[in-house]
């Protein structure tokens, strides 16, 4: 009975405190439409068990877009792609920090520098660095960033530098990688993420969802992602550009996208989801489900190449939830 296996995992996840196996989320997600609410029920009630009440708020920047050399599928910004963009050059760092002060007084506590390419190059990082220094001296701001992968120095460099999470999602799950890039592995990836734990910053790491993976192929990067054990998980969903080769992929339906949000919370009881790229035109109105399904954070305003939500909407809708907004530790 499926009201017997909802009893079963609310009290092995909330009195227990033990995690969800494979099989049972497996389950989970295989559950007919009539229990869709019976779902986000259980991932409300976890998220409650775990994490405080509320929605952290983050912001990012393209500080350097275009001209990347890796074929990602998913990505504009992939020179093996025929999209058409505006690419620029590393933004100066005293562009960054306005555009951090700006991000500040939005309401964010987090600012996220972003690079395109496979990895930072000397100048590149130079920037960054200098970048930081500035946003950590004159604003409150925590500061993350997303270079790409990263060698042990640099990690070490920027964890100096007072950069407190780095952003590296893995994407999709291992066997589904391949499909998806084949310029560089999955293991690439690992080796990054690992460095950026090792060296003392909070890892930032998720994956994009509606990209031809399976249902079993979202729970493997779940569980994938358990392992590794990041303090934010990215929940993006694809909005297929034009150019790419997931240009003709369809939408996920809202729904869809919602069990994604609360799986991930049943499965990652202890991180923080972030709700990001593809959340507007996958969600649309739904938007506001996905607080009640386990998300509590949002990345607000743009992404990297296609326009967001203002954050005057953002704190509107939270508002309406009767969320308060959280400050990054």
């Known amino acids: 009975m499926v009201e017997d296996l909802l009893q079963h995992l609310k009290e092995k996840l909330i009195a227990d405190e033990k995690p969800l196996s494979f099989d049972e989320a497996r389950e989970l997600a295989l559950l007919e439409e009539q229990y869709f609410l019976d779902l986000v029920s259980l991932s409300y009630k976890v998220t409650a068990k775990y994490k405080n009440k509320g929605v952290y708020l983050c912001s990012i920047i393209s500080a350097r877009t275009g001209a990347c050399s890796e074929n990602c599928s998913f990505c504009v910004q992939s020179a093996h792609n025929k999209t058409p963009i505006s690419s620029h050059l590393m933004i100066d760092p ?3 920090l306005k555009s951090a002060k700006e991000t500040e007084g939005s309401g964010a506590s987090e600012f996220c520098i972003v690079t395109s390419g496979k990895r930072p190059d000397k100048k590149i990082f130079r920037n960054v660095l200098d ?62 993420a690992y460095l950026v734990k090792e060296n003392g910053m909070e890892l930032c790491c998720g994956g994009i969802f509606g990209m031809g993976e399976s249902l079993e192929q979202r729970l ?90 203002s954050s005057r909407e953002d704190l509107q809708m939270i508002e309406d939830l009767e969320l308060p907004v959280l400050d990054y530790d």
Not at 138 to 162: D, H, P
């Open 220 to 309: 493997e990067l779940a569980f994938e992602l358990r392992e590794l054990n990041p303090n934010l998980v990215p929940i993006n969903f694809l909005n297929p550009r034009p150019g790419t080769t997931l240009a003709k992929r369809p939408l996920l339906t809202p729904f869809e996208a919602i069990k994604i949000i609360a799986l991930f919370r049943l499965i990652l009881p202890r991180s923080i989801l972030i709700c990001a790229g593809g959340r507007e035109v996958v969600l649309r109105n739904l938007q506001p489900l996905a607080f009640l399904a386990g998300a509590n954070a949002l990345i607000t305003g743009n992404y990297l190449t296609t326009p967001g939500r």
């Open 131 to 192: 970048a930081v220094y500035l946003i950590r001296s004159n604003t409150n701001l925590s500061v993350g960033c997303s270079l790409g992968i990263l060698t042990e120095e640099q990690a070490r460099l920027l964890s100096k530098a007072g950069v407190n999470r780095y952003n590296h999602n893995l994407e999709t799950s291992r066997s589904f990688f391949p499909y998806i890039c084949t310029t560089h592995t999955y293991e690439d990836r690992l080796r990054t």
């Open 94 to 96: 005293q562009s960054l």
